[in-house]
C-alpha cells in the first residue's frame, strides 16, 4: 500500500486552489515522491466554499471552522492560504498541534508574526515551507548558480522589479488587502515580499535600505458580500486606503552590492512585470517572469558592446526535467507551486527543509519593516535593527 499524507487546506480562494492542485499533480511530475498527499480536509469561512471545493477536488471533509483541522488526527500537513491577518494564530496552532506547515508569504503583518509562526514551527518540530514561489523557477536557480560561481564576475548592482494592475481599477473593492490590519503593509506584503526574497536568494543578505512609499488610489468602495481575488464593487460605501500601493527602495547587501526593488499594484499596463537584471564586473543575468523559462545571459571578457543571450532552461536547470523534455517547452506559474509542494513534502519525508522556510519569511519581513522605517524616517535603516 502506497504510504499517504493527510493534507487540509484553510482559506479557500484563488491560492487554495492553487495548493490543492499542485498536492493533486504531484504523483503525475513526481511518481517516486512519498508519502503521497491525500486531500483530507478543507477550511473556509464563507458559506458554501468548502463544501463546493470538497466536491470539485475530493477533499473528504469540508468546515467553516479552521479549528477543526488542528484538531483532525487525520491531517499531518497543512496549508495555511487565508488572508495575512490570520496567518499568525493559525500558523502557530497547527504547528502545535503537530501539522507540517505550508503558508503563503507574507506569513502575518509584521516581522513578529513571522518570527513567531517560525519559532511554534521549530519548538513543534514539524516543517515549514513558505510560498516564495518566485525563487523555484528554473531560470531563476540557474541565474544563482552563475551568480555564485562567478560567471558575471563580482556582483556590482542588481534591480528588481514587481508591477502589477491588479489594483489599479478605481472601482477595485475594499477588501481586506487595502486595511493596515488586516492586510499589513499593503504592495510591500504583497509583492515587494518576493522581490525581498529573491534578492536575498540571489545575492546574500541585504544590510540597510532606504525606501518611499505612496498611496495613488486614496479611497475605494466597500464590497457588499463575499470576495475572492480582485473584485470589483461600485456603488458601495466609501473607505480609505491605509496601505501602500507603491515602494522604491534602494539596498545595500553585506557582499558589497547595490539594489534597486520598486514594487506597484497599481502600474496601469502592466500585467504581473516582475524580474530582476544583476550586472557584474564581467556580465549580467536578465529575468522577467512573463518570459518565465528564458535568462539573458551576458558573459566573456568584452566588457564593451558585450552581447546578451537568450538562453533557454531545459531538463538539467532546477526542477524543469519533472514537467517538459526539452528546452523551450514552456513552464507556467502553476508548475512552481507543484514544485513548492515536492519540496514541501520531501522536507516531511526526509526531516529536513527544502527550498524556503519560515527563516527566509523572517528575514523578508525584516527587510520590509526596515523599509516602512525608513520611509517614514527618510534614513537608511537595516532590517536587523527593524
Known amino acids: 500500500m502506497v504510504e499517504t499524507l493527510g493534507v487540509a487546506?484553510?482559506?479557500?480562494?484563488?491560492?487554495?486552489?492553487?495548493?490543492?492542485?499542485a498536492y493533486a499533480r504531484l504523483p503525475h511530475h513526481y511518481p517516486l515522491l512519498f508519502p503521497r498527499p491525500e486531500l483530507?480536509?478543507?477550511?473556509?469561512?464563507?458559506?458554501?466554499?468548502?463544501?463546493?471545493?470538497?466536491?470539485?477536488?475530493?477533499?473528504?471533509?469540508?468546515?467553516?471552522?479552521?479549528?477543526?483541522?488542528?484538531?483532525?488526527?487525520?491531517?499531518?500537513?497543512?496549508?495555511?492560504?487565508?488572508?495575512?491577518?490570520?496567518?499568525?494564530?493559525?500558523?502557530?496552532?497547527?504547528?502545535?498541534?503537530?501539522k507540517h506547515l505550508w503558508i503563503e508569504k507574507p506569513v502575518g503583518l509584521t516581522a513578529d508574526d513571522a518570527r513567531a509562526v517560525a519559532d511554534a514551527v521549530t519548538k513543534a518540530g514539524v516543517q515549514g515551507t513558505v510560498g516564495f514561489n518566485y525563487r523555484n523557477a528554473p531560470a531563476v536557480e540557474r541565474a544563482r548558480e552563475l551568480i555564485?560561481?562567478?560567471?558575471?564576475?563580482?556582483?556590482?548592482?542588481?534591480?528588481?522589479?514587481?508591477?502589477?494592475?491588479?489594483?489599479?481599477?478605481?472601482?477595485?473593492?475594499?477588501t481586506w488587502r487595502y486595511e493596515r490590519a488586516r492586510g499589513g503593509s499593503g504592495v510591500l506584503g504583497d509583492l515587494a515580499s518576493h522581490g525581498a526574497d529573491l534578492a536575498r536568494f540571489l545575492l546574500g543578505d541585504i544590510d540597510a535600505v532606504t525606501a518611499d512609499t505612496a498611496v495613488f488610489v486614496p479611497e475605494r468602495a466597500r464590497p457588499s458580500g463575499a470576495t475572492a481575488g480582485h473584485t470589483r464593487a461600485s456603488g458601495g460605501e466609501p473607505g480609505p486606503v491605509e496601505n501602500?500601493?507603491?515602494?522604491?527602495?534602494?539596498?545595500?547587501?553585506?557582499?558589497?552590492?547595490?539594489?534597486?526593488?520598486?514594487?506597484c499594484r497599481v502600474s496601469v499596463g502592466e500585467q504581473n512585470n516582475y524580474g530582476?537584471?544583476?550586472?557584474?564586473?564581467?556580465g549580467a543575468?536578465?529575468?522577467?517572469?512573463?518570459r518565465m523559462n528564458e535568462l539573458g545571459v551576458s558573459r566573456g571578457t568584452v566588457y564593451q558592446d558585450q552581447p546578451v543571450s537568450t538562453v533557454y532552461v531545459g531538463p538539467g536547470d532546477g526542477e524543469f526535467g519533472a514537467f517538459q523534455p526539452g528546452?523551450?517547452?514552456?513552464?507556467?506559474?502553476?508548475?512552481?507551486?507543484?514544485?513548492?509542494?515536492?519540496?514541501?513534502?520531501?522536507?516531511?519525508?526526509?526531516?529536513?527543509?527544502?527550498g524556503a522556510t519560515l527563516t527566509d519569511a523572517v528575514r523578508s519581513a525584516a527587510v520590509l519593516e526596515a523599509m516602512t522605517r525608513s520611509a517614514r524616517s527618510g534614513s537608511w535603516v537595516s532590517p536587523a535593527s527593524a
Open 327 to 354: 528546452a523551450a517547452n514552456a513552464m507556467g506559474y502553476d508548475d512552481l507551486k507543484v514544485i513548492e509542494a515536492c519540496r514541501f513534502v520531501r522536507s516531511i519525508a526526509e526531516g529536513v527543509p527544502y
Open 244 to 263: 501602500e500601493d507603491y515602494v522604491s527602495c534602494l539596498l545595500r547587501f553585506a557582499s558589497g552590492a547595490r539594489g534597486v526593488l520598486e514594487a
Open 9 to 21: 487546506v484553510v482559506g479557500f480562494g484563488w491560492m487554495g486552489r492553487v495548493h490543492t492542485q
Open 276 to 282: 530582476f537584471e544583476v550586472h557584474g564586473t564581467k
Open 148 to 174: 555564485a560561481a562567478g560567471e558575471i564576475g563580482t556582483v556590482t548592482h542588481a534591480r528588481f522589479r514587481l508591477f502589477s494592475d491588479y489594483a489599479a481599477h478605481p472601482e477595485g473593492a475594499l
Open 40 to 98: 483530507v480536509a478543507v477550511a473556509e469561512e464563507v458559506p458554501g466554499r468548502a463544501e463546493e471545493a470538497a466536491r470539485q477536488y475530493g477533499f473528504a471533509s469540508a468546515t467553516r471552522d479552521w479549528r477543526e483541522v488542528a484538531a483532525d488526527p487525520r491531517v499531518r500537513a497543512v496549508s495555511v492560504t487565508a488572508p495575512n491577518f490570520l496567518h499568525r494564530e493559525i500558523g502557530v496552532a497547527m504547528a502545535e498541534a503537530g
Open 285 to 290: 543575468v536578465f529575468w522577467d517572469f512573463r
